[in-house]
């Protein structure tokens, strides 16, 4: 198993819409196997 690190913002949404491909890719990439982690930068969002 490997491990992919994504960035969020611009990757897999840009403001409140989902980048186009960006859920098959993830799937694809869940489906082969591989453990996904994601990481962001972005302060303009709260977890609460």
Do not use: I
């Not at 098959?24 to 303009?44: D, E, I, M, P, Y």
């Amino acid at each position: 198993m490997t491990a992919v690190v994504c960035d969020l913002d611009g990757v897999v949404y840009l403001g409140d819409e989902a980048v186009p491909g960006a859920g098959q890719a993830l799937a694809a990439l869940t489906a082969a196997g591989h453990r996904l982690l994601f990481c962001t930068n972005n302060s303009s969002r709260t977890r609460a």
